[in-house]
């Protein structure tokens, strides 16, 4: 069965840092976009940052400068490094991935459980 799950979330202070990372599991044939998304409380769900399989990385342009976005293909897996944060980075950081399970089938879009961040004093 394929499945993401997300883990590095947490409480920060304003301007600390935290890593998350997605794994990918199940059987895996390739995978193409990946990405990180947010939802803060009451709002919808906004893209944070994308990266291709190929390694090339797009970001909101709220996070611009502040994130980088990086995968390992021989792991399966995404890391989101977040610095300088914001209380406005507060959110459920969730992880989204196009799979093929095989060489004939088509990408199916999966999404993790979501990991939560949190950032105050």
């Known amino acids: 069965q394929l499945q993401l799950v997300e883990s590095g979330g947490g409480l920060v202070q304003p301007g600390g840092s935290v890593r998350l990372s997605c794994v990918a599991s199940g059987r895996i044939f390739s995978i193409n976009t990946m990405g990180w998304y947010r939802q803060a409380p009451g709002k919808q769900r906004d893209l944070v940052a994308t990266i291709t399989s190929d390694g090339t990385a797009n970001y909101a342009d709220f996070v611009k400068g502040r994130f980088t976005i990086s995968r390992d293909n021989a792991k399966n897996t995404m890391t989101l490094l977040m610095n300088s944060l914001k209380p406005e980075d507060t959110g459920l950081y969730y992880c989204?991935?196009?799979?093929?399970?095989?060489?004939?089938?088509?990408?199916?879009?999966?999404w993790g459980q979501g990991t939560l961040v949190t950032v105050s004093l």
């Open positions: 989204n991935a196009n799979i093929r399970s095989s060489r004939v089938s088509g990408y199916l879009e999966l």
